[in-house]
Nanobody, 121 residues
Framework: QVQVVESGGGLVQAGGSLRLSCAAS????????MGWYRQAPGKQRELVATITSIGSTNYADSAKGRFTISRSNAKNTVYLQMNSLKPEDTAVYYC???????????????WGQGTQVTVSS
């Protein structure tokens, strides 16, 4: 079994910062790309940022310059540092990890349960 668990969400005022964490645990042979996505009420889930196992990053235009994604391969953990937060960043933030559970299996996506981020104006 593989578990992906996010933490670090909360309520913050506009202009503030939050740091999200996401740890993968359980039956893990290797972890490929990890990423953060978000879903606001009434909207589709959208990409925020992704990072490969060698540290290559990709950001949504809305996140560039304000958010930073990083990871610890030793801890199978990905982080999202969010600065200069805006009310429109309010959403449930989900972590995704491409995990290979054993050498005989292909990697597949595992998702966390989500963590709420609320930015007040």
């Amino acid at each position: 079994q593989v578990q992906v668990v996010e933490s670090g969400g909360g309520l913050v005022q506009a202009g503030g910062s939050l740091r999200l964490s996401c740890a993968a645990s359980g039956s893990i042979f290797s972890v490929n790309a990890m990423g953060w996505y978000r879903q606001a009420p009434g909207k589709q889930r959208e990409l925020v940022a992704t990072i490969t196992s060698i540290g290559s990053t990709n950001y949504a235009d809305s996140a560039k310059g304000r958010f930073t994604i990083s990871r610890s391969n030793a801890k199978n953990t990905v982080y999202l540092q969010m600065n200069s937060l805006k009310p429109e960043d309010t959403a449930v933030y989900y972590c995704s990890a491409q995990i290979r559970s054993s050498i005989s299996l292909n990697a597949r996506d595992f998702w966390g349960q989500g963590t709420q981020v609320t930015v007040s104006s």
